[in-house]
């Protein structure tokens, strides 16, 4: 059985003049598979993308589809569907016109290309639309013709540059949930660029955290949620708080860590020794929230503090509470402001089992 990825980049670096914009790139995405290039502007992400489509060359390294080098190959010669944050739609063309702008190119036959148009739009839930031009669609739509004139071609591998950044926050919420199952169902390699954390965590089967252009973390969303491995992935990705401290020695198969605010438990692999300064990231909704001090229990720590702030954001409130030292801890509770527990000034204990608590290397 034929057991090569959908992609593999080998040592793959760009330079622009002296900046280097991807550092010794390498990552392989299995057939199927949907990853997502994660990071912040000017990180590498972008350019990855552009070097895997042709349109940029790498200035070292090896980029492999289905197991064909694409070195010196131009972007058409890949087989590869791209859509554009922008679409690139062609205003003075119909959307039928504009999906089978591909399949043109390909020399394909008319009769052959309009079957594939409509089954592209059918899919994309655009049937009844081909005669409209770009303009007179809605933000969603042009994004739904984009794909579909990049899926038509039947690419070997589908690259989706920020596709949603144009669209407001509940289209986003609504079209991330739509590529998803498309992709899915396609079974399609996937490489897709974003900054926004939300959408990697909600669409990907693994995240490639990227910095600098290298990839600090890759692996599954709840793996790079729940167990970051850098002070910077753990930033990037959601609410955290960071709290410094040292490294006491071992309790039970766990670190105890002592802080300005007392001691905590961690997790960390591997335990660094004690003496060692470590940083601990713990996610506001692992933080257990009482309002008189709870009694001991074996792998948990509590720390007392001072609510701050009190943000109510809905479906929950988002607190800062001051501890001993002065760092401020992030939690989350239902309450709402005013509230027993979500009052300003009012004191709280904060329970954390060692399993939510990270132990990050300084």
């Known amino acids: 059985m034929d057991e090569r990825p959908a992609l593999r980049l080998t040592g793959v670096e760009r330079r622009f003049g002296s900046h280097l914009a991807v550092a010794g790139l390498d990552l392989d995405v299995a057939e199927g598979e949907f990853v997502t290039l994660l990071g912040p502007s000017g990180c590498g992400k972008t350019t ?7 349109f940029i060359e790498p200035t070292a390294g090896r980029i492999e589809i289905g197991g064909e080098r694409m070195d010196g190959l131009p972007p058409f010669r890949r087989d590869l569907g791209v859509v554009f944050q922008d679409y690139a739609l062609f205003p003075h063309m119909t959307v039928a016109e ?3 702008f591909g399949l043109r190119m390909r020399g394909l036959g008319r009769d052959e290309a309009a079957r594939r148009v409509a089954d592209a739009l059918a899919m994309v839930k655009l049937s009844g639309l081909d005669a409209r031009r770009p303009l007179q669609l809605s933000g969603g739509q042009r994004q739904r013709v984009a794909l579909a004139r990049a899926l038509v071609i039947r690419p070997r ?3 989706l540059d920020e596709p949603l950044s144009n669209l407001d926050l509940k289209l986003r919420e609504e079209m991330r949930i739509e590529i998803s199952a498309l992709q899915k169902q396609l079974g399609i390699a996937t490489i897709f660029v974003t900054h926004d954390q939300g959408e990697a965590l909600a669409m990907s089967d693994r995240i490639a955290v990227m910095r600098a252009g290298l990839v600090e973390q890759i692996g599954p ?8 491995r850098t002070r910077f992935v753990a930033e990037f990705i959601g609410a955290i708080t960071l709290i410094e401290g040292q490294v006491r020695g071992m309790e039970d198969g766990m670190l105890r860590v002592g802080t300005a605010a007392g001691d905590l438990l961690a997790e960390s692999d591997p335990p660094p020794p004690p003496g060692t300064r470590v940083t601990l990231a ?3 909704e692992r ?3 009482s309002s008189a001090p709870p009694p001991p229990a074996p792998g948990r720590a509590t720390l007392e503090g001072t ?6 954001v809905g479906s929950r409130t988002e607190l800062r509470v001051t501890v001993a030292g002065g760092s401020p801890v992030v939690a989350e509770t239902m309450d709402t402001p005013g509230s027993r527990l979500a009052r300003i000034g009012a004191s709280v204990w904060m329970t954390v089992r060692a399993e939510d608590c990270r132990a990050l290397p300084e």
């Open 48 to 54: 990855t993308l552009n070097m895997i489509a042709g």
């Open 98 to 100: 504009n999906v089978a």
């Open 157 to 159: 591998m589908l690259l």
């Open 221 to 228: 969303p709840v793996e790079i949620y729940r167990h970051p």
């Open 282 to 284: 713990i996610r506001p």
């Open 287 to 289: 933080i257990a929230l």
């Open 307 to 312: 609510v701050a702030t009190a943000v109510y």
